[in-house]
């Protein structure tokens, strides 16, 4: 009588994730606006500008370019998207030291951004970093398609939060999607659509994106559109930010 298995104080959305998104299914939202949370946002509105006018504009390499023909995300479309077809289509751009985390005010940091996959081109040919904040070697947040898998794994410093077949299964291609790495007090965590779908337990990891000094974000090397990629400081006050020169 009565056999109860509990997992006090274990949030059960984290322990079993939520089904897949249907398959073709555009994600729509409304357009990010910077508040005191957002440490960067690129628009992409025929622009390579940082929004909030704190950062360097990005700079683009092989084939990217803008394209206004792709906007299913948004509630109202406007604007433009930046367009890639494959390896070594991208954009990058190196943040002039950002303070990403401060002790006892930082929540979370997080990098997030709207994506429309077509197709991925890395296999057998290189790693592909569809979106990489790069701080340092152990200080990383991304997507990326290892040279021998046919989808991105998200990975948070020098691990594995989930890997490319389980992504998979929520990441899905021909359709725009909402997707992010978070760092908080507990770990890692991946999300797409607003919704988490992956976590991985790293207490100390937060403290460690302590002080300022340049980040490099990546975004591209695939075949499909990338627009609002936001930079978050949840807890930080952006006033305190200094500007680069």
């Given at each position: ?42 628009r992409f509105d025929n622009s ?82 569809l979106i990489k904040l790069y ?58 659509n607003d919704v988490q779908v ?48």
């Amino acid at each position: 009588d009565e056999v109860v298995i509990r997992s006090t104080g274990s949030a059960l959305s984290t322990n079993t994730p939520p089904p897949p998104p249907s398959t073709g299914t555009n994600y729509q939202a409304s357009p990010a606006t910077v508040n005191t949370n957002v440490l960067a946002l690129y628009r992409f509105d025929n622009s390579y500008a940082e929004t909030s006018g704190r950062f360097a504009a990005l700079t683009p390499a092989g084939a990217a370019r803008f394209d206004a023909a792709n906007l299913g995300w948004m509630n109202s479309p406007s604007g433009a998207a930046l367009r890639f077809n494959d390896v070594g289509d991208k954009a990058t751009v190196t943040l002039n030291n950002p303070e990403f985390y401060k002790p006892g005010v930082t929540e979370s940091i997080a990098v997030e951004a709207m994506v429309y996959i077509n197709s991925y081109k890395g296999y057998s040919r290189t790693t592909a970093n569809l979106i990489k904040l790069y701080k340092r070697w152990d200080l990383q947040l991304m997507h990326s398609q290892d040279m021998w898998a046919n989808a991105a794994a998200a990975w948070g410093g020098v691990s594995q939060i989930v890997d490319a077949d389980r992504l998979a299964l929520y990441l899905k291609t021909g359709c725009w999607q909402k997707v992010g790495v978070v760092l908080d007090a507990a770990g890692y965590k991946v999300l797409v659509n607003d919704v988490q779908v992956a976590q991985r337990a790293d207490a100390s990891a937060l403290a460690n994106w302590t002080g300022t000094s340049s980040t490099t974000l990546e975004i591209g090397n695939f075949d499909g559109w990338v627009d609002e990629v936001v930079i978050r400081s949840t807890g930080s006050a952006l006033s305190t930010n200094t500007p680069p020169p």
